[in-house]
């Protein structure tokens, strides 16, 4: 999962070149330090330390930090744009499994410990609450994403379908954010910061194709 990434960052994607060793432990730490919410939340959960509710806590700071990670993702190709970093990308395909892991996390407990398997509830909550709605639908954005994150499923499919498949990243952000600030109501500083940080993204992709279409050569 990763949104259209730029041609200098695609490159390796559909032809992976030889891992360099300065960015082996990339991989790695990305996982560790996107792995370590889960563990902090889970260890206060079976420890009572989530005050009187812990199951709404826990929902919602899964679904916040699913949050954090799409955008975190999102992040990867515009920070190699501005600043040419080459290491961005390379944490790109591990932030998007994760984001989609945690998501998958968040529904389930919504399910599992908030409903308890009631079925026809959830059901009802995902028909006529449109917070619900919405969020469900993120998470319904990012399964194909995920699922089609790895070297093989890009030649399978060909780049250039992969590429506008993994456009639905930036869809799959709104619909989380709108999920956000329907299941806030009143005070939306928080959800209409992260709203910000993805338009900023959205605007250093905008303008990066803008440039690439007007240079000379291009088709």
């Not at 390796?12 to 919410?37: Q, V």
């Not at 330390?49 to 799409?70: D, E, F, K, R, S």
């Not at 993120?138 to 498949?165: D, Y």
């Not at 999920?179 to 905008?206: N, Q, S, T």
Request: proline fraction near 6%; aromatic fraction near 12%; include cysteine.
């Amino acid at each position: 999962m990763s949104g259209a990434p730029d041609r200098g960052a695609t490159a390796g994607l559909a032809a992976p070149a030889p891992k360099s060793k300065p960015y082996r432990w990339l991989k790695p730490l990305a996982l560790a330090a996107g792995l370590t919410p889960l563990a902090v939340i889970t260890t206060r959960f079976f420890l009572g330390a989530l005050g009187a509710n812990p199951i709404v806590l826990a929902l919602n700071q899964m679904g916040l930090w699913t949050l954090i990670l799409l955008l975190a993702c999102l992040t990867c190709t515009p920070l190699k744009i501005l600043f040419d970093w080459n290491w961005p990308p390379r944490i790109r395909r591990v932030l998007g499994l994760l984001t989609f892991f945690y998501g998958f996390v968040h529904f389930g407990i919504y399910v599992g410990l908030d409903q308890g398997l009631a079925w026809d509830e959830i059901w009802k909550d995902l028909v006529k609450r449109k917070f619900m709605t919405v969020g469900f639908l993120a998470l319904v954005l990012m399964a194909p994403l995920a699922i089609t994150s790895t070297n093989k499923m890009i030649k399978r499919m060909g780049f250039r379908r992969w590429k506008r498949l993994h456009r639905l990243t930036y869809v799959a952000a709104a619909a989380a954010i709108v999920h956000f600030v329907w299941r806030v109501k009143a005070d939306l500083r928080e959800p209409l910061i992260y709203a910000g940080v993805l338009l900023a993204l959205l605007l250093v992709r905008v303008g990066a194709f803008l440039r690439e279409r007007a240079a000379p050569g291009s088709s």
